[in-house]
């Protein structure tokens, strides 16, 4: 959880890299309020050298001192937070078959233990050979400090190996610096071929200005920075660093094959499956391609249904090539994941649909704009000819069924080409009520196989039973036929012909007569002796679920003054006409 207090953000930040640097900061802690000097520069060159990263500015080093392994293992949230994603980013530049360089920096007042001059003090786990009071645990190569003591100092730092004797020389078994250099988080013995570093920076060079900070920063990087190597744009990453749970991280993934949506049903179990044994026998012949999250993990760009294929195989590690969002516009990774989609396989018209929407909603595209920009690219539309804003609104309609969690057994349907999209998106969708458009589907459309022109004609005289289409199919009478068709003993002209003659008791001929009666009603009280009853009449409008009346009103030269007489007394009626609107 990030904390924040006073305009300063306290949270423990990971980072990804590309490069095989590692830096940690285990105290960035924003005391008094103010930008800790060592966050300053430590994000400086983390920056500039794309390391990976793990920082804490979310506890004081009175609360949980996190240079001292002991500390941090005797705490979940610590192990979980600051020591896991050390060992994460460790493995995966291991796994690339690179050599971890890692920098634990801290600001110390070392004073007392080195010259006035020194900028930084050095501890790369120094000691004496056999002396088991000052053991020798070596966290980095002699050959290698030498040159880059040299050049820090071709950066203008005076720098200086920690005493044996002091708390900054990293030999301590319990020191950062040495579980940087270990086989694994849990390991007792044995090192990798890690190498770390522990640098404690001098309290005249963190006194410095912000911008002289961020310089520092930089010519640290630029010392560092021979000694690494730049990870492959393509390489392994541990399937556990990739997370496609949340939205954002779904931005790019229009598959709508996700295990973790509540429409399981959804999912082409054989198509995965397929893929999953194409993948064990020949291996992956097209990597994924992730994007770096801000929280030391990745996320999806494409190649979604190739992660659940491997996710089924157990596998610990996969391929994929690695970007940053600030490498392209986020038009330009929809223009990305969209084409890596349609290279191997067209999106199905509920992909599509979310294709649209996240497009609409991150882009702040409208349809008519959407249809421009990816109509062609996506196939729909007539060939030849310019993809219409309806054609888009209709795919988006579509997926916001599924978006609702509403009618799964269509949606799912449609992705498995058992129902026509233009019946899902023309005649499906414009119901509003679920309940309705499932059973109108599952009873009528499904087991039937009615024509495009049946299903209209059908759902307009359910319709005419009842507003409800369900409350419809549930009268008896329509059960009854219906029951028939399906066991094919009527044909579906059939059902329409029986359909047409059934009647709702109490219903629309019932409504229509008492409607018609309170009307006369009300016209012969308006209009009185005055008036004829052609002079002044009310008619209901037949637009559906619309409450309207129109007055219509006849005036020759020998009926002006009684009609607007008779007009103004309307307000006198105001109840009767409440009853009328109630009615239509």
Known sequence: ??????????????????????????????????????????????SALEAF?????????????????????????LTKEFLLPLGKFKEEILGNRQTPVSLVLQSKDFESTAAPEIDILIGSGQGERGNKDRPHRSTFPPSLLSRLRLHLSDQGFQTEPAAVDSPFCGREENCLNQF???KSITAAEGFSTSHSLLLTFSPGILARKSSELQEAGRKLAAAVSPLLEQMPLVRQVQMAS????????????FRVNNEADENQTMVREAYIEELADSIKHSGLLHPLVLLQKKDGNYKILCGFRRYQAITRLGNSWVEAKIFKESDFSREEFFNISLAENTRRRNLNPVEIGNFLESAASELGLNNEQLADKFGHTLGIGKP???????????????????????????????????LQFTIASEILAPIKNNEDRNQFYTEIIKPLSPTRAQIIELKKLLSELDSSLSSSLNLPAVQKNVQKAVAKTITVSDLIKLLKKIRKPGGRNKTKKILQDKTKKLQAEITGDVLKKSDLRFTHTRAKNKKEITLHVKIRPDNIRETVKTLSSLADHQKGLEELLKGS
């Open 180 to 182: 940087m250099v270990k």
């Open 384 to 418: 030849n000819t310019k993809v219409s804003q309806s054609t888009v609104h209709k795919y988006r309609k579509v997926n916001a069924i599924r978006t609702k969690n509403e009618s799964s057994e269509i949606i799912a349907d449609i992705i498995n080409e058992r």
């Open 242 to 253: 990739i997370e496609a749970a949340s939205s954002n991280d779904k931005k790019y993934i």
């Open 53 to 77: 990263a793990v920082t804490n500015s979310k506890y004081k080093r009175s609360i949980a001192d996190l240079n001292d392994i002991s500390n941090i293992a005797a705490n979940q949230r």
């Open 1 to 46: 959880m990030t904390r924040k207090r006073k305009g300063t953000t306290k949270e423990i930040t990971r980072t990804l890299g590309s490069s095989s640097c590692i830096i940690v900061v285990p105290d960035a802690f924003p005391y008094d309020a103010k930008e800790n000097p060592l966050a300053t520069l430590a994000s400086t060159c983390i």
